[in-house]
Nanobody, 119 residues
Framework: QVRLVESGGGLVQPGGSLTLTCVVS????????MGWFRQSPGKRRTLVAIIRRGGILDYGDFVKGRFTFSRDDAKNMGTLSMNDLTPDDTAVYYC?????????????WGQGTQVTVSS
């Protein structure tokens, strides 16, 4: 079955950097949209970054040039590099991918990885 496996979360000081990686494993025929969302306690899940089919790249308004998202379709992998982190970036970060597998196209989420920005 298709799984999204995230890695790279953790604790970082304000102004620091982290890189999150998401690997799509299993019987993957094709990946359409792929990206990252985040959710803080009591808040709804919001877009961080996404690369849509056709290569269109979108970021959440709060990113303001601090994050870079890229994907390597040969490896079914997406990488989110985050710089100049602030406590407001503390959240669980979820990888998302729209995957075609065995003739079916469905949306998949990773289990989430915690990012904590604190001194």
């Amino acid at each position: 079955q298709v799984r999204l496996v995230e890695s790279g979360g953790g604790l970082v000081q304000p102004g620091g950097s982290l890189t999150l990686t998401c690997v799509v494993s299993g019987p993957v025929d094709d990946i359409g949209d792929m990206g990252w969302f985040r959710q803080s306690p009591g808040k709804r899940r919001t877009l961080v970054a996404i690369i849509r089919r056709g290569g269109i790249l979108d970021y959440g308004d709060f990113v303001k040039g601090r994050f870079t998202f890229s994907r390597d379709d040969a490896k079914n992998m997406g990488t989110l590099s985050m710089n100049d982190l602030t406590p407001d970036d503390t959240a669980v970060y979820y990888c998302y991918a729209h995957v075609r597998s065995g003739g079916w196209t469905t949306s998949h989420w990773g289990q989430g990885t915690q990012v904590t920005v604190s001194s």
